[in-house]
């Protein structure tokens, strides 16, 4: 098959939908699909406009036949129940707050579809993020989009060299507006859809409502606790609950208090006032080096510990057990388990990993 064949994963919204006008522009022959990632029994919902809904679907398949590509809807939900929503549950129940963009990213769409793009001769996965692939002396360099205000480098950080060098980001150079007006300028029904917002089986953000549904056990209550230890009240389940929590706890305090800890073993949540949550060192575990060689020696880089966060200078060295100790200049806010350490240097994405503490 030739090299010019490409996998377009179209989740109904303006960004892919570009990115597949842009591939076939450039003399590529396409395929469209869309990933069909749960059924609304995972979410709890009897109907609802999500992105994996059947309106997305229709407008995926819209943008596929206005280009002239072939399309497919690919069902994927069992293997996203369990390596998706399963870990988002676990995640919860064992005190941590997890990013399931960034395991989506990693087992479905560059790991199943990857899969699927080799079945139909594919060389080329691409997707509408907001990021930008180099290949430089031999190596691939994953690289922030040059829209800042819409990278999405972040949860992109678990791309390996061989996915790197079948992936195309054809959006990694455009502001969202420019894909905004060639949208229109396509004629494309989703140029003016909005932008997804929630976690797409979560689409209410309840996300407690899913996991009892799925849970292995009930949220029992337990002690709310100060950081001496001492029981100041009882919480309702420590899945309702992540550092930095201020709302929902239920608690009267002179001044304003926040989640500090979550501890599934005691099933205690600690609550501190503000300044409790600043802390210099974190470790992360599973890390992904993007060159596939881990550093020899404890370096200088930024560092980021939520989607959102501006980096941050920090001191990084890997561990003899491959954990990675991150060390900041300035002590960083709410740094939680269970969301992701992302290393950059400049705008070059260096690796990431989970949060352990």
């Not at 399963?86 to 399931?100: A, D, K, V």
């Not at 990021?131 to 922030?144: T, V």
Request: charged share 25%.
């Amino acid at each position: 098959m030739s090299d010019k064949r490409a996998l377009i994963a179209m989740s109904g919204g303006v960004d892919s939908s570009v990115a597949a006008y842009l591939m076939k522009a450039s003399g590529f022959e396409c395929i469209g699909c869309t990933m069909k990632l749960y059924q609304n029994e995972d979410a709890g919902i009897s109907k609802g406009h999500t992105c994996c809904s059947l309106d997305d679907m229709e407008d995926a398949r819209s943008v596929a036949r206005a280009l002239g590509m072939p399309y497919y809807v690919f069902n994927f939900s069992d293997d996203f129940r369990e390596k998706i929503i399963h870990h988002f549950i676990w995640s919860y129940e064992h005190g941590q707050t997890p990013n399931p963009c960034i395991d989506c990213n990693r087992y479905m769409k560059f790991d199943k579809l990857f899969d699927r793009a080799k079945i139909l001769g594919c060389e080329f996965v691409v997707t509408g993020h907001y990021a930008r692939i180099e290949n430089a002396g031999g190596k691939y360099i994953l690289r922030k989009a040059a829209d800042i205000s819409k990278d999405q480098s972040y949860v992109l950080c678990t791309m390996t060299q061989e996915q790197l060098a079948h992936t195309v980001f054809p959006l990694g150079e455009y502001r969202k507006t420019q894909i905004r007006q060639i949208a229109g300028e396509q004629g494309f029904n989703n140029s003016e859809k909005p932008d997804s917002q929630d976690i797409c089986f979560v689409p209410d953000g309840d996300y407690a409502r899913v996991i009892r549904l799925h849970g292995s056990r009930a949220p029992e209550t337990g002690d709310f606790i100060d950081t001496d230890g001492n029981v100041i009240g009882t919480h309702r389940g420590i899945i309702r609950y992540t550092i930095g929590q201020r709302k929902g706890l239920g608690l009267s305090f002179q001044e304003p208090h926040y989640v500090c800890a979550v501890d599934a073993e005691n099933n205690t949540v600690t609550l501190g006032t503000s300044e409790h949550l600043f802390k210099r060192e974190l470790l992360a575990v599973d890390f992904n080096w993007i060159s596939g060689n881990p550093p020899q020696k404890t370096f200088r880089c930024k560092a980021k510990i939520r989607y959102r966060q501006p980096e941050q200078w920090a001191s990084v060295s890997v561990l003899e057990d491959g954990r990675v100790r991150v060390c900041f200049d300035e002590p960083q806010r709410a740094i939680t388990p269970g969301q992701a350490a992302v290393l950059y240097d400049g705008d070059i994405v260096l690796g990431g990993g989970t949060i352990e503490r």
